[in-house]
């Protein structure tokens, strides 16, 4: 069964900082990975998608990096704001899955706080 | 990339009425929609997986009669909670694919906060 851990549960920086968020996964087959920010009671915005094929994907100051065999994606995210406070989610589509093709496992996410 | 809506995105009921909740694709065709339920501190978990025409898939756990999913158009996707209790007070999203292909991106929309008093 796929299960995806997120550590830290939640991380305080102060401004400017750069910091990274881990992702891991148990079952290295997936199709793809993917990082979400949620705010508070919204909904899920799409940060980037990580084919399983690719390394890495980068959009603006932040950085994904995949790792499927060792079931591992971290979010790198450059010179932090307190606009990037949220909380991070990372998610999985996993390839055996039974009926529900398709679909994402996801983390319980990284709650970031980015202090003025 | 592809707008997915989901109305209302607030909603209180008393226990034992019934409660719908609606997510459409505003730009795209829908082949699939998911609907997810996250709990305080929880991840979001898959209830269900609705195929425009045909009967949703529920997730091992999930009462289908309790909460019943309608995907009667490419860009509609209705979830009934029927006589909601307190428990079933939750946070619900859907998404959205817009191929067969089922490994391609999905959308989400903005979800929805369900409050069973």
């Known amino acids: 069964k796929q299960e995806v851990t997120q550590i830290p549960a939640a991380l305080s920086v102060p401004e400017g900082e750069n910091l990274v968020l881990n992702c891991s996964f148990t079952?290295?087959?997936?199709?793809?990975l993917q990082w979400f920010r949620q705010d508070p009671g919204k909904g899920l915005t799409s940060l980037l998608l990580i084919q399983s094929s690719q390394r890495e994907q980068t959009s603006g100051r932040l950085n994904a990096s995949l790792d499927k065999s060792s079931g591992r994606s971290t979010l790198y995210i450059a010179a932090s704001q307190p606009g990037d406070s949220a909380t991070y989610l990372c998610a999985v589509r996993p390839m055996n899955y039974g009926g529900s093709q398709g679909n994402l496992i996801f983390g319980k996410g990284t709650k970031l706080s980015v202090k003025p | 990339g592809a707008v997915v809506s989901q109305h209302p995105s607030r909603v209180i009921c008393k226990s034992g009425t019934s409660v719908k909740i609606e997510c459409r694709s505003l730009d795209f065709q829908a082949t699939t929609m998911f609907w997810y339920r996250q709990f305080p501190k929880q991840s979001l978990m898959l209830m269900a997986t609705?195929?425009?025409?045909?009967?949703?898939?529920?997730e091992q756990g999930v009462e289908k009669d309790k909460f019943l999913i309608n995907h009667a158009s490419l860009t509609l996707s209705t979830l009934t909670v029927t006589s909601a209790h307190p428990e079933d007070s939750s946070f619900y999203i859907c998404?959205?694919?817009?191929?067969?292909?089922?490994?391609?991106?999905?959308?989400f929309g903005q979800g929805t906060r369900l409050t069973v008093v």
């Open positions: 079952d290295s087959a997936i199709y793809n």
């Open positions: 998404s959205a694919r817009q191929s067969d292909i089922f490994y391609t991106e999905a959308f």
């Open positions: 609705s195929n425009e025409g045909s009967k949703a898939t529920y």
